[in-house]
C-alpha cells in the first residue's frame, strides 16, 4: 500500500432534529394541551487511533465524513431518536489539525485514542417547551441546530524509540537492514528511501525497540528541500537521535563535516526543541578505508564538529559494530524509560 503521511478531509456532524408542533387528542379530554417532543441529537464526529495501519491513503479516496441527523420529535412528548455517531479509523500516531485556524484538536498516540472533530447539533424544541400560564396552546416549535463542519489537516507522525537522521547515500537504510528485518531499498544513488521505513530491533529476550529510517536531508529541508520537511516532523517522536556520517563519501570533495553541520542547522531550523534531542554520531562505512586510516579520519571528523555526545564508528555493509550500537541504544532507551516512569509517578504524587 502506499504511504502517504498527510490529507486533507472534511467532517460533518449530523443536525439536530426539527421539534414538532403537536397537541393532545383524547376522547373525553378538551384542551389536552401541547405535547411536542423534541427533536433528536445529531451525530457527532470522532477520530479514533488503531493499531495495524500505516498510512492515510484510504484518506485520498474518501474525503468526506458525514454524521447521521438526528430525527424529528413527534407528539405524545415523543423526542426524536439521536443520529449515529461516526468513528473515523486513523493511525496510531496521527496529529489532527483544524485546517482553518491552524488549531491542533487532538495528537493520538495511543492505540484507542479518541478525539472529537465536530459536534452534533441539539434538537429543536417541541411546543411543549413553550407552554406556560400565559400561552396555554402555544404552537411554536425549533428547527434543530446544524452540526459543526470542518476541513481537518491530519498527519501521521511514525512512532518509534531511535530516528536516523543523514544526507542522502549516508548508509541508513544499509543499518536498519542489518539490525532489523525492514527491508527498504538500498541503492547507490540519492534518495532511495523515499518514505520513512520502521524496523524492530531485538536485542535479547523481550528487548526490543523500534527504529525508523527517514529519508536523506539536505541543506535547505526545512525549508522544503529536497524531500523537507514533509519527513523531518517524523523525528519528532524518536527518544533517540542516530546522526550517520559518511566517512569515506564517493566524491573527495565531499565534506563529512560540512554535511553534518547542515543536518544539524536543518534541525534547529525546523524545531528548536529538536536540535536539543539526544543525539548520537553514527560514523558510517569504516570498511571502506584501512583500519588506521578510518581510525584517523573518525577522530578528525569528532574533532572539528566538537562533539561531546556518544560516538560509534560502524560499518553497516558488513555489520561491524552494529551489535555494540544497538546494546547501548537498548540500554539508553530503558534507563529514559525509568526515568520517564519515575517522574509520572513523582508528578502523580504531588
Given at each position: 500500500?502506499k504511504?502517504?503521511?498527510?490529507?486533507?478531509v472534511r467532517?460533518?456532524?449530523?443536525?439536530?432534529g426539527?421539534?414538532?408542533?403537536?397537541?393532545?387528542?383524547?376522547?373525553?379530554?378538551?384542551?389536552?394541551?401541547?405535547?411536542?417532543?423534541?427533536g433528536?441529537?445529531g451525530?457527532?464526529?470522532?477520530?479514533?487511533?488503531?493499531a495495524g495501519i500505516?498510512?492515510?491513503?484510504?484518506?485520498?479516496?474518501?474525503?468526506?465524513?458525514?454524521?447521521?441527523n438526528?430525527?424529528?420529535?413527534?407528539?405524545n412528548?415523543?423526542?426524536?431518536?439521536?443520529?449515529?455517531?461516526?468513528?473515523?479509523?486513523?493511525p496510531?500516531?496521527t496529529?489532527?489539525?483544524?485546517d482553518?485556524t491552524s488549531?491542533q484538536?487532538g495528537?493520538?498516540t495511543?492505540p484507542g485514542?479518541?478525539?472529537?472533530?465536530?459536534?452534533?447539533?441539539?434538537?429543536?424544541?417541541?411546543?411543549?417547551?413553550?407552554?406556560?400560564?400565559?400561552?396555554?396552546?402555544?404552537?411554536?416549535?425549533?428547527?434543530?441546530?446544524?452540526?459543526?463542519?470542518?476541513?481537518?489537516?491530519?498527519e501521521?507522525?511514525v512512532?518509534?524509540?531511535?530516528?536516523l537522521?543523514?544526507f542522502?547515500?549516508?548508509?541508513?537504510?544499509?543499518?536498519?537492514?542489518?539490525?532489523?528485518?525492514?527491508?527498504?531499498?538500498?541503492a547507490?544513488?540519492p534518495?532511495?528511501?523515499?518514505?520513512?521505513?520502521?524496523?524492530?530491533?531485538s536485542?535479547?529476550?523481550?528487548?526490543?525497540?523500534?527504529m525508523?529510517?527517514?529519508?536523506?536531508l539536505?541543506?535547505?529541508?526545512?525549508?522544503?528541500?529536497?524531500?523537507?520537511?514533509?519527513?523531518?516532523?517524523?523525528?519528532?517522536r524518536?527518544?533517540?537521535?542516530?546522526?550517520?556520517?559518511?566517512?569515506?563519501?564517493?566524491?573527495?570533495d565531499?565534506?563529512?563535516?560540512?554535511?553534518?553541520?547542515?543536518?544539524?542547522?536543518e534541525?534547529?531550523?525546523?524545531?528548536?526543541?529538536?536540535?536539543?534531542?539526544?543525539?548520537w554520531?553514527?560514523?558510517?562505512?569504516?570498511?571502506?578505508?584501512?583500519?588506521q586510516?578510518?581510525?584517523?579520519?573518525?577522530?578528525?571528523?569528532?574533532?572539528?564538529?566538537?562533539?561531546k555526545?556518544?560516538v560509534?564508528?560502524?560499518?553497516?555493509?558488513t555489520?561491524?559494530?552494529?551489535?555494540?550500537?544497538?546494546?547501548?541504544?537498548?540500554?539508553?532507551?530503558?534507563?529514559?524509560?525509568?526515568?520517564?516512569?519515575?517522574?509520572?509517578?513523582?508528578?502523580?504524587?504531588?
Open positions: 500500500m504511504f502517504v503521511d498527510e490529507a486533507l467532517v460533518q456532524a449530523g443536525h439536530g426539527r421539534g414538532c408542533a403537536s397537541f393532545r387528542r383524547e376522547k373525553f379530554i378538551p384542551f389536552g394541551g401541547p405535547d411536542g417532543g423534541d433528536g441529537l451525530g457527532s464526529v470522532y477520530l479514533r487511533a488503531q500505516n498510512t492515510l491513503a484510504d484518506f485520498r479516496i474518501q474525503r468526506l465524513f458525514k454524521a447521521q438526528g430525527t424529528a420529535g413527534s407528539g412528548d415523543c423526542t426524536g431518536a439521536g443520529g449515529e455517531d461516526l468513528f473515523v479509523i486513523v496510531v500516531g496529529t489532527v489539525i483544524d482553518a488549531e484538536l495528537d493520538l495511543q485514542d479518541t478525539v472529537i472533530v465536530a459536534r452534533g447539533g441539539k434538537g429543536g424544541w417541541g411546543n411543549t417547551r413553550f407552554k406556560s400560564s400565559t400561552n396555554r396552546a402555544p404552537r411554536k416549535s425549533m428547527p434543530g441546530i446544524a452540526g459543526e463542519k470542518r476541513i481537518l489537516r491530519i501521521m507522525r512512532i518509534a524509540d531511535v530516528g537522521l543523514g542522502p547515500n549516508a548508509g541508513k537504510s544499509t543499518l536498519i537492514r542489518a539490525v532489523s528485518a525492514a527491508k527498504p531499498k538500498v547507490d544513488y534518495f532511495t528511501t523515499l518514505f520513512p521505513n520502521l524496523g524492530v530491533v536485542v535479547g529476550l523481550n528487548r526490543s525497540f523500534v525508523a529510517d527517514i529519508p536523506g539536505i541543506e535547505g529541508a526545512a525549508e522544503g528541500a529536497g524531500l523537507g520537511i514533509r519527513f523531518l516532523k517524523h523525528v519528532q524518536t527518544r533517540i537521535l542516530l546522526h550517520l556520517v559518511d566517512i569515506a563519501p564517493a566524491n573527495p565531499t565534506d563529512p563535516v560540512v554535511e553534518a553541520r547542515a543536518i544539524v542547522k534541525l534547529k531550523k525546523f524545531s528548536p526543541e529538536l536540535a536539543t534531542r539526544e543525539r554520531l553514527i560514523l558510517n562505512k569504516t570498511d571502506l578505508l584501512l583500519p586510516e578510518a581510525e584517523a579520519r573518525c577522530r578528525d571528523i569528532v574533532r572539528r564538529l566538537r562533539f555526545g556518544r560509534f564508528p560502524i560499518s553497516a555493509a555489520r561491524d559494530g552494529t551489535e555494540a550500537l544497538c546494546q547501548a541504544m537498548m540500554t539508553r532507551i530503558e534507563e529514559r524509560a525509568s526515568d520517564e516512569a519515575e517522574a509520572a509517578r513523582s508528578e502523580s504524587a504531588l
